[in-house]
Protein backbone atom coordinates (compact mmCIF):
# COMPACT_ATOMS: atom_id res chain seq x y z
CA UNK A 1 0.00 0.00 0.00
CA UNK A 2 2.82 2.33 0.77
CA UNK A 3 4.36 1.99 -2.97
CA UNK A 4 1.22 2.77 -4.48
CA UNK A 5 0.60 5.25 -2.47
CA UNK A 6 4.05 7.06 -3.68
CA UNK A 7 3.12 5.71 -7.04
CA UNK A 8 0.23 7.80 -6.97
CA UNK A 9 1.59 10.52 -5.40
CA UNK A 10 4.23 11.09 -7.37
CA UNK A 11 1.99 10.49 -11.11
CA UNK A 12 -0.24 13.02 -9.75
CA UNK A 13 2.40 15.76 -9.15
CA UNK A 14 3.38 15.48 -12.64
CA UNK A 15 -0.13 15.21 -14.06
CA UNK A 16 -1.06 18.84 -11.93
CA UNK A 17 2.16 20.39 -13.29
CA UNK A 18 0.56 19.34 -16.59
CA UNK A 19 -2.94 20.60 -16.27
CA UNK A 20 -1.72 24.00 -14.49
CA UNK A 21 0.91 24.64 -17.93
CA UNK A 22 -2.30 23.77 -20.06
CA UNK A 23 -4.47 26.19 -18.22
CA UNK A 24 -1.56 28.66 -18.27
CA UNK A 25 -1.56 28.24 -22.21
CA UNK A 26 -5.35 27.88 -22.83
CA UNK A 27 -5.54 31.30 -20.74
CA UNK A 28 -2.77 33.21 -22.88
CA UNK A 29 -4.67 31.80 -26.35
CA UNK A 30 -7.67 32.99 -25.13
CA UNK A 31 -6.61 36.15 -23.50
CA UNK A 32 -5.14 36.79 -27.13
CA UNK A 33 -8.01 36.01 -29.25
CA UNK A 34 -10.08 38.66 -26.92
CA UNK A 35 -7.70 40.85 -27.12
CA UNK A 36 -8.23 40.82 -31.06
CA UNK A 37 -11.72 41.01 -30.83
CA UNK A 38 -12.22 37.01 -31.71
CA UNK A 39 -14.37 35.87 -28.71
CA UNK A 40 -16.84 38.69 -30.02
CA UNK A 41 -17.17 37.77 -33.30
CA UNK A 42 -16.36 33.81 -33.32
CA UNK A 43 -16.53 33.98 -37.64
CA UNK A 44 -13.55 36.50 -37.85
CA UNK A 45 -11.71 32.72 -36.92
CA UNK A 46 -11.63 32.18 -40.57
CA UNK A 47 -10.74 35.86 -41.75
CA UNK A 48 -7.46 35.14 -41.72
CA UNK A 49 -5.57 33.86 -44.35
CA UNK A 50 -2.64 33.08 -42.82
CA UNK A 51 -1.71 31.00 -39.54
CA UNK A 52 -2.56 32.30 -36.54
CA UNK A 53 -0.37 31.62 -33.82
CA UNK A 54 -3.04 31.73 -31.06
CA UNK A 55 -3.68 28.56 -32.09
CA UNK A 56 -0.56 26.93 -30.92
CA UNK A 57 -1.40 28.18 -27.34
CA UNK A 58 -4.85 26.71 -27.72
CA UNK A 59 -4.26 23.30 -29.19
CA UNK A 60 -1.18 22.36 -27.40
CA UNK A 61 -3.14 23.90 -24.12
CA UNK A 62 -6.16 21.87 -24.79
CA UNK A 63 -4.60 18.66 -25.02
CA UNK A 64 -2.22 19.31 -21.47
CA UNK A 65 -5.32 20.17 -19.66
CA UNK A 66 -7.07 16.74 -20.62
CA UNK A 67 -3.85 15.21 -19.91
CA UNK A 68 -3.50 16.60 -16.85
CA UNK A 69 -6.95 16.38 -16.19
CA UNK A 70 -6.78 12.43 -16.94
CA UNK A 71 -3.63 12.13 -15.53
CA UNK A 72 -4.54 13.92 -11.81
CA UNK A 73 -7.76 12.80 -11.06
CA UNK A 74 -7.26 8.95 -11.97
CA UNK A 75 -4.03 8.93 -9.33
CA UNK A 76 -6.66 10.56 -6.93
CA UNK A 77 -9.35 9.10 -7.29
CA UNK A 78 -7.64 5.63 -8.39
CA UNK A 79 -9.58 5.77 -11.60
CA UNK A 80 -8.22 2.88 -13.99
CA UNK A 81 -10.23 4.22 -16.81
CA UNK A 82 -8.98 7.63 -16.55
CA UNK A 83 -5.40 6.51 -16.05
CA UNK A 84 -5.42 4.20 -18.83
CA UNK A 85 -7.17 7.06 -21.07
CA UNK A 86 -3.98 8.70 -19.76
CA UNK A 87 -1.55 6.25 -20.94
CA UNK A 88 -3.14 5.66 -24.82
CA UNK A 89 -3.51 9.40 -25.18
CA UNK A 90 0.38 10.04 -24.18
CA UNK A 91 0.99 6.95 -26.17
CA UNK A 92 -0.55 7.87 -29.62
CA UNK A 93 1.06 11.67 -28.99
CA UNK A 94 4.49 10.17 -28.64
CA UNK A 95 3.59 7.43 -31.59
CA UNK A 96 2.66 10.90 -33.70
CA UNK A 97 5.72 12.34 -32.87
CA UNK A 98 7.84 9.55 -33.99
CA UNK A 99 6.00 8.93 -37.10
CA UNK A 100 6.49 12.82 -38.11
CA UNK A 101 10.25 12.74 -36.99
CA UNK A 102 10.74 10.01 -39.79
CA UNK A 103 8.66 11.37 -42.38
CA UNK A 104 10.31 14.63 -42.03
CA UNK A 105 14.09 12.53 -42.44
CA UNK A 106 12.21 10.48 -45.20
CA UNK A 107 10.48 13.33 -47.47
CA UNK A 108 13.01 16.07 -46.66
CA UNK A 109 11.98 17.75 -50.19
CA UNK A 110 8.23 17.39 -49.63
CA UNK A 111 8.72 19.17 -45.91
CA UNK A 112 10.78 22.17 -47.72
CA UNK A 113 8.10 22.64 -50.48
CA UNK A 114 5.43 22.63 -47.62
CA UNK A 115 7.70 25.29 -45.96
CA UNK A 116 8.11 26.97 -49.01
CA UNK A 117 4.57 27.58 -49.48
CA UNK A 118 3.34 27.85 -45.63
CA UNK A 119 5.88 30.92 -45.57
CA UNK A 120 4.56 32.28 -48.60
CA UNK A 121 1.06 32.02 -47.68
CA UNK A 122 1.73 34.00 -44.01
CA UNK A 123 3.70 36.76 -46.50
CA UNK A 124 0.32 37.16 -47.68
CA UNK A 125 -1.48 37.69 -44.54
CA UNK A 126 1.45 39.75 -42.96
CA UNK A 127 -0.56 42.61 -42.41
CA UNK A 128 -3.95 40.75 -41.49
CA UNK A 129 -3.02 39.54 -37.92
CA UNK A 130 -0.62 41.63 -35.82
CA UNK A 131 0.42 38.18 -33.77
CA UNK A 132 1.38 36.57 -36.84
CA UNK A 133 3.09 39.58 -37.64
CA UNK A 134 5.06 39.70 -34.94
CA UNK A 135 5.92 35.80 -35.29
CA UNK A 136 7.11 36.53 -39.00
CA UNK A 137 9.35 39.37 -37.77
CA UNK A 138 10.25 37.61 -35.04
CA UNK A 139 11.36 34.60 -37.50
CA UNK A 140 13.52 36.99 -40.01
CA UNK A 141 15.18 38.85 -36.89
CA UNK A 142 16.32 35.57 -35.85
CA UNK A 143 17.67 33.63 -38.58
CA UNK A 144 18.55 37.13 -40.57
CA UNK A 145 16.47 35.82 -43.20
CA UNK A 146 14.13 37.61 -45.76
CA UNK A 147 11.13 36.15 -47.06
CA UNK A 148 10.60 32.20 -48.29
CA UNK A 149 13.58 32.09 -50.26
CA UNK A 150 14.63 35.56 -50.67
CA UNK A 151 13.45 38.56 -50.34
CA UNK A 152 11.77 38.40 -53.29
CA UNK A 153 8.90 36.84 -51.86
CA UNK A 154 7.59 39.94 -50.56
CA UNK A 155 5.94 40.69 -53.93
CA UNK A 156 3.34 38.06 -52.83
CA UNK A 157 2.19 40.74 -50.66
CA UNK A 158 -0.26 43.53 -51.97
CA UNK A 159 1.69 46.17 -49.45
CA UNK A 160 5.30 44.83 -50.72
CA UNK A 161 4.61 43.73 -54.52
CA UNK A 162 6.54 46.09 -57.15
CA UNK A 163 3.64 46.33 -59.62
CA UNK A 164 3.02 49.76 -60.75
CA UNK A 165 -0.63 49.64 -59.31
CA UNK A 166 0.77 49.25 -55.99
CA UNK A 167 0.36 52.70 -54.20
CA UNK A 168 1.47 51.94 -50.75
CA UNK A 169 4.36 53.77 -49.78
CA UNK A 170 5.76 50.09 -48.34
CA UNK A 171 5.96 49.25 -52.84
CA UNK A 172 8.98 47.68 -53.64
CA UNK A 173 10.02 47.23 -50.01
CA UNK A 174 10.05 44.56 -47.12
CA UNK A 175 9.25 44.91 -43.63
CA UNK A 176 11.64 46.24 -41.10
CA UNK A 177 12.50 42.96 -39.49
CA UNK A 178 14.25 42.17 -42.80
CA UNK A 179 16.94 44.84 -42.19
CA UNK A 180 20.67 44.53 -41.16
CA UNK A 181 21.02 45.42 -37.65
CA UNK A 182 23.31 48.48 -36.78
CA UNK A 183 24.88 48.41 -33.44
CA UNK A 184 24.99 51.30 -32.83
CA UNK A 185 21.31 52.20 -33.40
CA UNK A 186 19.25 52.25 -29.98
CA UNK A 187 16.09 52.28 -31.65
CA UNK A 188 14.22 50.40 -34.31
CA UNK A 189 13.78 51.97 -37.70
CA UNK A 190 10.47 50.95 -39.23
CA UNK A 191 11.29 52.19 -42.11
CA UNK A 192 14.56 50.91 -43.25
CA UNK A 193 13.19 48.60 -45.30
CA UNK A 194 11.27 51.29 -48.09
CA UNK A 195 11.97 50.77 -51.60
CA UNK A 196 15.15 48.27 -50.56
CA UNK A 197 14.16 45.80 -53.70
CA UNK A 198 14.52 49.02 -56.20
CA UNK A 199 18.11 48.88 -55.31
CA UNK A 200 20.49 46.61 -57.39
CA UNK A 201 21.40 43.29 -55.52
CA UNK A 202 24.82 44.72 -54.39
CA UNK A 203 23.33 47.27 -52.33
CA UNK A 204 20.42 45.10 -51.06
CA UNK A 205 22.77 43.32 -49.51
CA UNK A 206 23.98 45.71 -47.05
CA UNK A 207 20.56 47.18 -46.34
CA UNK A 208 18.75 43.92 -45.89
CA UNK A 209 19.37 40.41 -44.99
CA UNK A 210 19.05 38.58 -48.88
CA UNK A 211 19.00 35.21 -47.96
CA UNK A 212 15.60 32.86 -47.35
CA UNK A 213 14.27 32.23 -44.03
CA UNK A 214 13.94 27.82 -45.25
CA UNK A 215 18.05 27.70 -46.17
CA UNK A 216 18.46 29.86 -43.04
CA UNK A 217 16.34 27.43 -40.80
CA UNK A 218 17.97 24.33 -42.57
CA UNK A 219 21.66 26.03 -41.49
CA UNK A 220 20.54 26.63 -37.95
CA UNK A 221 19.07 22.61 -37.73
CA UNK A 222 22.64 21.44 -39.18
CA UNK A 223 24.55 23.51 -36.67
CA UNK A 224 22.08 22.82 -33.45
CA UNK A 225 21.19 18.88 -34.50
CA UNK A 226 22.59 17.91 -31.34
CA UNK A 227 20.77 20.72 -28.94
CA UNK A 228 17.61 19.48 -31.20
CA UNK A 229 18.11 16.09 -30.99
CA UNK A 230 18.75 16.37 -27.18
CA UNK A 231 15.14 18.14 -26.59
CA UNK A 232 13.54 15.61 -28.53
CA UNK A 233 15.12 12.74 -26.66
CA UNK A 234 14.16 14.23 -23.03
CA UNK A 235 10.55 15.16 -24.34
CA UNK A 236 10.61 11.56 -25.40
CA UNK A 237 11.98 9.56 -22.45
CA UNK A 238 9.39 12.03 -20.15
CA UNK A 239 6.78 10.78 -21.69
CA UNK A 240 7.33 6.96 -22.00
CA UNK A 241 8.28 7.38 -18.18
CA UNK A 242 4.52 8.90 -17.92
CA UNK A 243 3.06 6.14 -19.95
CA UNK A 244 4.98 3.48 -17.70
CA UNK A 245 4.17 5.20 -14.46
CA UNK A 246 0.59 5.58 -15.56
CA UNK A 247 0.41 2.04 -16.58
CA UNK A 248 2.34 0.51 -13.43
CA UNK A 249 0.07 2.58 -10.75
CA UNK A 250 -3.05 0.74 -12.77
CA UNK A 251 -1.36 -2.44 -12.72
CA UNK A 252 -0.70 -1.85 -9.10
CA UNK A 253 -4.48 -1.20 -8.38
CA UNK A 254 -6.33 -3.85 -10.07
CA UNK A 255 -3.71 -5.90 -7.80
CA UNK A 256 -4.81 -4.65 -4.85
CA UNK A 257 -8.28 -4.27 -6.18
CA UNK A 258 -7.95 -8.42 -6.63
CA UNK A 259 -6.66 -9.12 -3.20
CA UNK A 260 -9.74 -7.81 -1.56
Known amino acids: ?26 GIGLWAWNEKGVLSNISSITDLGGFDPVWLFLVVGGVMFILGFAGCIGA ?47 IRAYRDDIDL ?34 ASRERC ?3 FSCCTKDPAEDVINTQCGYDARQKPEVDQQIVIYTK ?26 LQIFGICLAQNLVSDIEAVRASW
Open 1 to 26: MRILFWQAYNHKKKAVLIQFLGIAFL
Open 76 to 122: LRENTFLLKFFSVFLGIIFFLELTAGVLAFVFKDWIKDQLYFFINNN
Open 133 to 166: QNLIDFTQEYWQCCGAFGADDWNLNIYFNCTDSN
Open 173 to 175: GVP
Open 212 to 237: GCVPQFEKWLQDNLTIVAGIFIGIAL
